[in-house]
């Protein structure tokens, strides 16, 4: 007993406890039989996750439990990851749960970290959660998927978000596949890219565009049916008022009120800003920023879709046609449910930060070493979860008794967050006119104009169109591998200039590696481009580099002959010795002069510039301006 309680309790706090419930009289005589030291409870901990554990090896241990699934559908444990280290963690029943919510209410996403402890010489570890809302109010949120990993990038997180997705689509199929309605996220680029990757099935800068075409009335069905992303407008503000105390330290209240008002998006906000009229006579305007409204239309406008109120509510109110009024429709048909949906307390992600105070506090209560050790009390925590879960349900469908009771008039809040309302007392700007009493002009907060969305471009790689990839592979900062990819005999070659004994099994793993990434960019946008070629390891006879310093010039020369030879196997032959490779050091160069545009007449001989860098004429005399040649080259090397 005494042992289960420790795994979710720290063994000084057990001790205190059971040390406060000893009487005066015993702790006089010296006994401590009923409060162990936390040395002691320490040890009852260890030998009880000993016995928890299948193996002493934690990667063995977790190989043994996936092995050992009975599929129950309450079980957890998907997908083990050796390199990176991580686990995949839903079961079906989660996924029904994920399927039923997302069709009418918020799925979101972040993570955590303090769950796992960082291993010496790998990234910290960090918990993933796709989490939907109880649909009555109050109730717990639901972790739908988890993901724990020290791998941090979009193709990492994009991964577990398809993997979850392949799933939902193995139980209920393609066609019966819902995409959630919305999603929410705190506004971090790795997550934002992966949710569109994998839910809208494209790029973000594509997903805010169809937002563009449905704010500007232009929107077709297609338009609709990609999820809403919305950024959480907390972490947004967090944002903005660190910038405004930056640029705007003088007028911070006013700088803050104009972030949260309804900007659109960033090619028609340039557009604008690039056309207002500038004074440049009269008194000196006192509510001037340096740097704001550039920062502002760098960083914030252009992702306006995602963070401001554009994309939340009735999107039908942009426009008209069956589109919109399709949108409506379901729109109130929702909005008159009694259950949590997309209508209502959609702007954060408090339930987020909800769901990890849980994981933290309730659920995983402590901080531990192991991954196993995770998906033991991830498992326990889960089934408890999942009967929560069908309680409250229950409890929501029962028949209830009207009770006459004596109800008392709700008191509104008079007074709202300071930047959620608007500015009720105007600021004033000075007029251009002489500095006389009565000259100052009153301009409201609602008089100033809003902005318009900006328009992206992406485009796509037709692995079609070729028959063979070169690229080169950057180890740890400190070495360069060659890698080559082969159509034609179906063939990946890892090949190290430093002649590795490994190179035979990195080719392979590299192999399945490519493999894996065409079946998951079939999965998630459906293109069958290269996913049906069984790729094989090989390995290439080359010539080994003889320094520290010479594999960034062996690949490339490498490279040249694979290129060369195309698509036979290369016969890889040059020297390698330290002269060998100064010479080609300097034929390199030289190639690389040669094949450049460059007119000696009108271009820079330091930056192969046409126009000096800077404002200023497109012709600079550099003969006749010492001091400016000075400068522009002081400026190129900067």
């Known amino acids: ?24 009289d015993v702790m006089d005589s010296g006994c401590r039989d009923e409060a162990p030291t936390p040395q002691v409870l320490k040890n009852i901990s260890w030998e009880v996750r000993q016995q928890s554990r299948p193996h002493s090896n934690e990667i063995l241990s977790l190989q043994m439990m996936l092995e050992n699934k009975k599929n129950n559908p309450d079980e957890v444990l998907q997908k083990v990851f050796v390199h990176p280290k991580g686990v995949l963690l839903w079961s079906i029943r989660s996924i029904e749960i994920f399927q039923e919510r997302c069709k009418e209410d918020i799925v979101y996403l972040d993570a955590t970290g303090s769950i796992k402890k960082k291993e010496k010489g790998s990234p910290p570890f960090y918990v993933y959660e796709l989490v939907v809302r109880n649909p009555q109010k109050g109730s717990s949120p639901f972790p739908v998927a988890t993901y724990l990993t020290c791998d941090h990038t979009t193709a990492s997180v994009t991964y577990f978000l398809e993997a979850f997705l392949t799933d939902v689509a193995r139980i209920y199929g393609r066609e019966a596949m819902r995409s959630p309605i919305m999603l929410v996220c705190d506004g971090s680029m790795v997550l934002m890219q992966a949710i569109c990757f994998s839910f809208a099935k494209k790029n973000l800068h594509d997903t805010i565009n169809c937002y563009y075409q449905i704010a500007s009335g232009k929107a077709t069905k297609a338009d609709f049916k990609v999820p809403v992303l919305h950024r959480c407008l907390s972490h947004i503000m967090k944002n903005a008022k660190e910038m405004c105390k930056k640029y705007a330290p003088k007028n911070y209240h006013l700088a803050m009120h104009e972030i949260k008002g309804r900007n659109n998006f960033g090619k028609r906000s340039s557009e604008v800003i690039s056309k207002a009229p500038l004074e ?50 379901r729109y109130n048909v929702l909005k008159n449910k009694k259950t949590q949906n997309i209508t209502e307390d959609n702007k954060t992600q408090g339930i987020m930060e909800k769901s990890q105070w849980d994981l933290k506090h309730i659920r995983i209560s402590r901080s531990l070493t192991r991954t196993d050790d995770f998906v033991v009390q991830y498992q326990e925590k889960h089934s408890a979860m999942l009967k929560e879960y069908a309680d409250s349900r229950r409890l929501s469908k029962r028949k209830t008794f009207r009770v006459l009771v004596e109800k008392w008039k709700e008191r509104k809040p008079k007074k709202k967050g300071r930047y959620v309302t608007a500015i009720r007392k105007p600021f004033p700007f000075k007029s251009l006119a002489k500095k006389t009493k009565g000259n100052d002009i009153i301009i409201h907060h609602s008089e100033l104009r809003t902005l318009q969305p900006h328009e992206w471009l992406a485009g796509e790689v037709n692995f079609d169109n070729y028959q063979a990839i070169v690229s080169f592979v950057n180890i740890n900062n400190a070495h360069w591998k060659l890698l080559y990819i082969n159509a034609v005999n179906s063939t990946v070659v890892l090949v190290d200039p430093a002649g590795s004994s490994t190179e035979d099994a990195d080719s392979i793993s590299a192999a399945e590696k490519n493999g894996e990434f065409f079946k998951m960019r079939r999965t998630w946008n459906g293109n069958t481009k290269w996913d049906d070629i069984q790729w094989k390891g090989g390995v290439l006879e080359h010539p080994t580099q003889q320094d520290g310093n010479s594999c960034g010039v062996i690949v490339v020369m490498m490279a040249r002959a694979v290129m060369a030879a195309f698509p036979a196997v290369p016969k890889i032959v040059f020297g390698t010795s330290k002269r060998e490779m100064k010479e080609e050091r300097k034929n390199m160069a030289l190639r690389i002069l040669r094949a450049s545009v460059f007119n000696l007449e009108n271009n820079c001989a330091m930056c192969s510039m046409a126009k000096p860098p800077g404002d200023g004429p497109p012709m600079t005399n550099w003969v006749d301006s010492f001091e400016t040649f000075l400068i522009s080259i002081g400026e190129t090397f900067s």
């Open 280 to 329: 440049t006579s009269g008194d000196p305007n006192s509510y001037y920023c340096k740097g704001l409204v550039a920062h502002i239309n760098q960083y914030l406008l252009p992702y306006a879709g995602p963070w401001s109120g554009i994309m939340l509510g009735d999107l039908g109110r942009h426009g008209t046609g069956k589109p919109y009024e399709d949108y409506s429709r």
């Open 1 to 24: 007993m005494t042992g289960n309680i420790l795994q979710h309790k720290l063994p000084r706090a057990m001790y205190l406890d059971k040390l406060n419930q000893i009487d005066e």
